[in-house]
């Protein structure tokens, strides 16, 4: 039996104001999908796919307007190794 594939990265935006990844939602993927498969300009419906969106960062609660063309492949951040963790219980 084969196990799930995991993902090491998630679809991302940096921050405008305290540079942290924003973890960009579904509906913003499949909007950049559709995007990049529609790639002749000419097209109607390549025109009317938004390709901005708004989103808010976790960590500065500030809100900013972002380009579908601005969304990156973000590493998951390494969890703690057991040094660490035997380290912080001292």
């Known amino acids: 039996m084969a196990s799930p594939v995991v993902s090491e990265s998630f679809r ?12 960009v939602p579904a509906l913003v993927t499949r909007r950049e999908s559709e995007f990049q498969i529609s790639g002749n300009s000419n097209d109607i419906h390549y025109q009317l796919v938004s390709r901005v969106f708004n989103v808010r960062c976790r960590c500065c609660e500030r809100e900013s ?15 703690p190794s057991v040094n660490d963790r035997n380290a912080a219980t001292l």
């Open 12 to 23: 991302a935006v940096l921050c405008r104001h305290c540079g942290k990844p924003i973890r």
């Open 65 to 79: 307007v972002y380009s579908i063309n601005q969304i990156v492949d973000q590493p998951y951040p390494l969890g």
